[in-house]
């Protein structure tokens, strides 16, 4: 049997992360493997400063789910793609990203309340 964590959510509705309290603070967690190509190793010096810019201003800031969801959700594309990462785990994955820095996270939130990375993608190189 799959589980969808996202089943409750209106696929036609406006791109959220969650249809969950946003009040929560904001909490990146590393469950699975990311995506090939877009993972640590893939990073290069300026890549990883990249990441660590981005996860510092978001947790040292302490903001909340929706905080992150207006500074950093990205619009302009599907910012909720339906994607498998398991046999068992079906997820709508968002991406975040600041203004015009091409710099962009890729994952999707947990029932815990927490973002659950993907892929790190330093280039915007992925496009849905």
Known sequence: ????LTKELNWDKKSELSSKD???????????ELDNGFDFKSLT????KNFHNLIHNIL?????????EKLYMR??????????VSEQLEIREIHL?????????????NKDNYFVLTKIDPNHEYHD
């Open 22 to 32: 946003k009040s929560y603070p904001f909490k990146i967690a590393i469950i699975h």
């Open 45 to 48: 010096i300026s890549g990883l």
């Open 75 to 84: 619009t302009h594309s599907k910012s909720l793609e339906k994607r498998w």
């Open 60 to 68: 040292s800031k302490k903001l909340t789910i929706a905080q992150v």
């Open 97 to 109: 990203g600041k203004n015009r820095n091409p710099f962009r996270l890729f994952g999707y939130l």
């Open 1 to 4: 049997m799959k589980k969808s």
